[in-house]
Nanobody, 124 residues
C-alpha cells in the first residue's frame, strides 16, 4: 500500500514537499514514480527512481525545479517542488513497479501499484 501526502496550497514561486510511504513493500526493491494529473488533463509521468536511487525526470517542465529522492530507512520517497508554477497545480500520485528499468525506457513503464493522490494548488 502506498500513501501519498503533503499536498496543499503553495504560492507561485514557493516550495512544497510531497511524501509517499510504503507499507508491505520496500521501495529500495521497486521502481517508484511520481505522476500528476491536472484538472481536465491526461495523467503526466513526472519522474522515476530505480533500485539504486537513480532518478529520471520524464516531464521536461519539471527539470531543475522538482527533485525526487528516497529515504530507505523510512521507506519513503519524496518530491520536492521548488519555484512552483501554476502548471504544477494537479493531483499527485506515487506509484511503484516491480523490476528495474534503464533510464531510456523507464518513462514508458506501466506501474502496478498506486497510492491515492494528494492535491497541490499553486496560487498566483
Amino acid at each position: 500500500q502506498l500513501q501519498a501526502y503533503g499536498g496543499g496550497l503553495v504560492q507561485h514561486g514557493g516550495s512544497l514537499r510531497l511524501s509517499c510511504a510504503a507499507s508491505g513493500r520496500t521501495f529500495s526493491t521497486l521502481t517508484t514514480g511520481w505522476f500528476r494529473q491536472a484538472p481536465g488533463q491526461e495523467r503526466e509521468f513526472v519522474a522515476a527512481i530505480n533500485w539504486s536511487g537513480g532518478v529520471t525526470y520524464c516531464a521536461d517542465s519539471v527539470k531543475g525545479r522538482l527533485t525526487f529522492s528516497r529515504d530507505n530507512a523510512k521507506n519513503t520517497v519524496y518530491l520536492q517542488m521548488n519555484s512552483s508554477k501554476s502548471d504544477d497545480t494537479a493531483t499527485y500520485y506515487c506509484a511503484a513497479a516491480r523490476g528495474s528499468f534503464r533510464r531510456n525506457v523507464v518513462c514508458t513503464v506501466s506501474f502496478e501499484y498506486w497510492g491515492q493522490g494528494t492535491e497541490v494548488t499553486v496560487s498566483s
